[in-house]
């Protein structure tokens, strides 16, 4: 109980701070924490972990589910709502918007094409691009779709993902090899996402592609799942490349989540 006392005084804290309206920040904190919680909770849940009143949850509820941001279950438990999809879409188009000028600087200081990618579902999407000056340059076109265990992208997404749901996700999609190079058994997927955990990026060597290599980075904190990436021949991307071009993935990617996490620091 301390911890719901803390979250509640937390909360109402921020509210003075922001000279916010606290009925919104509640609401919009539920919708977080059942995010948080898989998409479904019961109302005593909800009130354990934000420490308010479960009189004051079932008004901000029922707000919820009479705008269709909250659905209610048969069972009585609360699920997210399908109004939210639209938002989550446009918020998704917009997240690419706002990182193209990191992309752009990724691809001054590498010189290599650079991608930002999400996790939709079992797939991955690519939501922005910039091209590299190099005459000689990979394109991906904004918008495409592509299994995870081909990209390096796919693989920085997954790689603190639990091995049980990495393994269901492989049995959903299959793994058609690309390339001779694909990897295509959860056995070889699993080892290259502990490679990744390891080295703190991931690898498409010739995986996606013959001639090219990629490398991605997850953008840590991000509000949905998000990597970013440089592409190019592997002629250019060579392994000492890699080396200096990772530290900058790194770093960029860093920057990223500041600016995403919408930090005001007044």
Known sequence: MP??????????????ASGGVQSLERAFDLLERMADAGGEVGLSELSAASGLPLPTIHRLMRTLVACGYVR???NRRYSLGPRLIRLGESASRLLGTWARPYLARLVEETGETANMALLDGDEIVYVAQ??????????????????????GVGKALLAHTPAEEVRALLARTGMPAATEKTITTPEGFLEALEQVRKAGYAVDDNEQEIGVRCLAVSVPNSPT???????GPAGRVTEAATETIVPILQGIAAELSVA???????
């Open 3 to 16: 911890t719901s006392s803390a979250s509640t005084t937390d909360a109402s804290a921020k509210t003075a």
């Open 72 to 74: 209610q279950q048969t």
């Open 130 to 151: 910039v091209p590299s000056k190099h005459s000689m340059r990979m394109f991906t076109e904004v918008g495409r779709r592509v299994l995870p265990h081909s990209t």
């Open 225 to 231: 799942a998000a990597a970013i990436s440089i592409s």
């Open 260 to 266: 995403l996490s919408n930090q005001n620091p007044a």
